[in-house]
């Protein structure tokens, strides 16, 4: 298949800064849209990927996974969308479309495979890799990418494409409400979402910090309750409290003690994703029949059922606007926990 080359940003090596670099991106298939990149937020697994955490990153590596942006062509197929319109494109962007997962709208878990959109085997070229949202444009089938709801800081809603998602999905999977009380463990890009989701939905929140500076921004998101981890008395206080645990948390921790405050038949979720493994004492699980459990991302229609509520709620994520030539400025602040709570690059400074 035919293809362009594009501008992005991105690195060849880990420890390497990323640069601008030029990127092939596919000629349009009939059902493909081709969508500028006006905003891409910085999450957390883009650090974990330019670090090749997971063993498995692609160079060169061009990260970005949560893109709002304007369609600027469409194949002769296409009929969501036309030239003009918002749109947004998040963590996956195809799947075979006949798997059992990929049947369940979970193409998240696609037996054949999940497109990403970056770092991963493009279905329709050839050798070719994905390269994600910081770059110029993106090229994918219509069936994957979602429509923006009229926000009016369009900035503030790339994050929900990745982080959004990642903590509605499983909020809703646990069907929290106005009956639960809910513990986040961090609040970082995803960690602060998911304050905001859960209080929408009318649940209890208590959010659990390393960070001093983040205990009354805790309570501005809508927490009501905020524990300072690095105090093991003020932990154990919440023994037995909580319905359901949201780790959120990046880096390498021992999740007992949060097990402990979980109370009958309570689940604790891990959407974090520390390279190293969980050490769990099965005592911690078996005792008030806890389970843990762990999510990954959302399938599209609940990506876009969560931009709906979210627009309807009028949760949107707090951001740094930062310019393209600040990407790696940011990457070292993210890496350093100093964000509040999520870079967003506007691309077209580019
Ligand atoms: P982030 O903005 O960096 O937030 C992570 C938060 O974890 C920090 O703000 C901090 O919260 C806490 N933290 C960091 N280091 C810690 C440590 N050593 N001990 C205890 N707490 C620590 O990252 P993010 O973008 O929200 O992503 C969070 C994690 O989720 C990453 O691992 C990312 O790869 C993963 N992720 C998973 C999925 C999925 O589908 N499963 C999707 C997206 C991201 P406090 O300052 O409040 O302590
Ligand atoms: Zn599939
Ligand atoms: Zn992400």
Not at 22 to 47: F, K, M, N, Q, W
Request: proline residues 4%.
């Amino acid at each position: 298949m035919s293809c362009r080359t594009i501008k992005g940003f991105g690195t060849y090596a880990v420890n390497e800064p990323l640069k601008e670099i030029s990127i092939p991106r596919r000629a349009l298939r009939e059902t493909d849209v081709e969508l500028e990149v006006l905003y891409c937020g910085i999450c957390h697994s883009d650090l974990h990927q330019i670090h090749n955490d997971f063993g498995h990153t692609m160079w060169p590596v061009v990260p970005g996974h949560e893109i709002i942006g304007r369609i600027s062509a469409v194949g002769n197929q296409v009929n969501k969308f036309k030239v003009g319109d918002l749109a947004a494109i998040g963590c996956i962007v195809d799947s075979c479309g006949s798997c059992e997962y990929c049947y369940h709208d979970t193409q998240q878990f696609c037996e054949n495979g999940t497109t990403f959109s970056f770092n991963t085997p493009d279905r329709y070229m050839n050798g070719e890799q994905t390269y994600g949202g910081f770059s110029q444009s993106y090229v994918c089938d219509e069936n994957y990418v979602l429509c923006v709801p009229p926000f009016e800081d369009l900035a503030a809603v790339a994050p929900l494409l990745c982080a959004g998602i990642t903590v509605y999905s499983p909020i809703k999977h646990w069907k929290i409400g106005a009956d639960k009380h809910v513990g986040i463990l961090g609040i970082g890009g995803l960690g602060h979402i998911a304050v905001k989701i859960a209080k929408a939905l009318g649940a209890e929140v208590t959010v659990f910090t390393t960070s001093k500076s983040k205990l009354d921004d805790a309570k501005r998101l809508g927490a009501d309750h905020v524990v300072l981890t690095t105090d093991e008395n003020q932990v154990k206080e919440w023994t037995k409290k909580l319905d359901f645990i949201l780790d959120t948390i990046s880096a390498k921790h021992d999740v007992n003690p949060y097990l402990n405050l979980l109370t009958w038949q309570g689940a604790l979720v891990v959407v974090g994703l520390p390279p190293e493994p969980l050490d769990v004492s099965a005592f911690n699980i078996v005792h008030g029949r806890r389970s843990l459990a762990g999510s990954n991302i959302g399938g599209i229609a609940e990506t876009q059922e969560m931009l709906n509520f979210c627009f309807k709620h009028n949760i949107t994520a707090d951001i740094e606007l930062i310019k393209s030539d600040q990407i790696n400025e940011a990457f070292l602040r993210l890496e350093k926990n100093d964000v509040k709570y999520r870079f967003v690059v506007d691309m077209h400074s580019t």
